[in-house]
């Protein structure tokens, strides 16, 4: 049987793993990418300590975190695409202002 602990670490290193995507990539889809991971590090976490206090709550809220993902996850690639089409470029530096007029 898998412990508690070795889920606990598995989410921290999720979210870690996450948290140095955000801060190190320039590219916005990898940066997404890595908020979605640290969001399923979170929900990992929940449903890992939900389990060991056999409460239903926490995974009650990430069955609705992950809903919420989804559909956010949609937007946000349709603005991905947006932001692609107008600069053609995915990289951070670029969007620096969000005006239209502006061309670079």
Do not use: C, W
């Not at 995507?21 to 940066?31: A, K, T």
């Not at 009650?60 to 690639?77: P, Q």
Request: proline share 1%.
């Amino acid at each position: 049987m898998i412990s508690l602990t070795s889920y606990a670490f598995v989410s921290m290193m999720l979210f870690s793993i996450g948290v140095i995507g955000v801060v190190s990539r320039r590219n916005i889809f990898v940066i997404y990418m890595s908020i979605e991971l640290m969001l399923n590090g979170v929900n990992l976490f929940l449903v890992t300590f939900a389990r060991y206090h056999f409460n239903m709550d926490p995974q009650v809220i990430t069955i609705m975190v992950i809903s919420i993902a989804a559909a956010e996850a949609a937007i946000f690639l349709s603005v991905i695409i947006l932001l692609y089409r107008s600069r053609k470029s995915l990289d951070t530096d670029i969007f620096t202002t969000l005006t239209q007029g502006e061309k670079s």
